[in-house]
């Protein structure tokens, strides 16, 4: 009888043994006002990913009572998108971490955040659930030399490559393609449009690119005759990135071919055309593979040009040439350059 009412007893006391709850997390969302942020999915979106992640609402009512504590941090950082993501509860930084996205996709990034500060909860949860969860009955009698329990592990965070810089990507070059038109100046004898296309390989903040312009045939009409010109050109370029602005120098060299048409016949002739200058603009991104480019470029022409009809002068090239236009762009990579990165707490 002694030994049922002993096993009553124990039966009883586990019934009220306490029980590891899941931790009470909370969650604040800033951003740093730019305009690339402003696409950013609100922090409500960002709670209800992380909740069909987890099958459970894992928030706290109060920031106060929360035993797991996550702020998310969304920057513009030269042409990528950035998440700070920071963890603590209310004694100790357990760690921060970030997120890049390359393809400054928004969407991309915040699905990426919502996957981290889920695994963070479930790490953070089954950290305390090994060292909280009660002591199971053990029947068999404890030698006298065990040992005590060991300490408890305070959660680590795993820290950055010490070697690579955090805004390097993995991917060495990210290419791209862009095809569009402009409107010249000074390059021909009138107002010239022209098709552009251009391949270009960037590497964090900079880029090279190689391109072509093909340039529509142009009809100047004196009292003499006509004088009909092709141009043809090839340009270097080199371009810093900061956001969405682009500043790139090139230097430019072409083939300009003349015809002229008088009264004693049609005569012929070439002539090289050399161009150095700077071209500004801006290119908007529209996802990780499609982007509109918009600039402005101007250039100075260190030799210039005559065309002659017989012995006439009918346009001289000016020294300063300038062009609008306008690119779309098709990027490569496809956002496999940017890096997810997450805080873990074994």
């Not at 603590?88 to 991309?108: F, P, Q, W």
């Not at 006509?226 to 141009?231: A, D, G, I, P, Q």
């Not at 270097?236 to 900061?242: I, N, S």
């Not at 008088?262 to 700077?278: F, H, K, P, Q, W």
Request: glycine residues 8%; contains cysteine; hydrophobic residues 45%.
């Amino acid at each position: 009888m002694r030994i049922w009412a002993a096993c009553a007893c124990a039966l009883l006391l586990l019934s009220f043994a306490p029980t590891v709850a899941a931790a009470t997390v909370a969650l604040h969302v800033d951003s740093d006002g730019s305009d690339a942020t402003a696409t950013c999915p609100p922090e409500v979106e960002l709670r209800h990913r992380i909740r069909v992640r987890l099958g459970r609402d894992p928030f706290a009512t109060s920031a106060d009572g929360a035993e797991l504590r996550t702020r998310v941090v969304f920057e513009s950082e030269r042409a990528f998108l950035v998440a700070e993501i920071e963890a603590r509860t209310a004694s100790e930084l357990l760690g921060r971490r970030r997120i890049v996205s390359r393809s400054a996709n928004c969407e991309e990034l915040t699905t990426a955040v919502a996957l981290a500060i889920s695994l963070v909860i479930e790490q953070f949860d089954s950290t305390h659930a090994e060292h909280d969860a009660p002591a199971q009955p053990r029947l068999e009698r404890v030698p006298p030399e065990a040992t005590a329990p060991a300490k408890r592990r305070a959660p680590a965070v795993r820290g950055p490559d010490r070697n690579r810089h955090e805004d390097h990507p993995r991917d060495s070059v990210a290419w791209s393609t862009s095809a569009g038109g402009a409107v010249v100046f000074g390059a021909a004898p009138l107002v010239d449009p022209a098709l552009e296309l251009r391949l270009a390989a960037r590497r964090a903040w900079w880029s090279l690119a190689l391109g072509g312009r093909l340039f529509a045939p142009t009809t100047l009409t004196t009292a003499t005759g006509t004088v009909r010109t092709e141009l043809a050109s090839l340009s270097a370029m080199f371009c810093a990135h900061r956001s969405v602005a682009v500043v790139c120098p090139f230097a430019a060299a072409g083939e300009l071919r003349g015809a002229g048409t008088s009264d004693r016949g049609t005569r012929e002739g070439t002539s090289i055309r050399l161009a150095v200058g700077v071209r500004a603009g801006i290119e908007w991104r529209f996802g990780s593979v499609f982007g509109i480019a918009p600039y402005l470029e101007g250039s100075v022409s260190p030799a210039s040009t005559t065309l002659y009809l017989g012995r006439e002068a009918v346009w001289t090239s000016p020294t300063i040439q300038g062009a609008l236009g306008l690119d779309w762009v098709m990027h490569f990579d496809g956002g496999r350059g940017r890096r997810h990165t997450a805080l873990t707490i074994p």
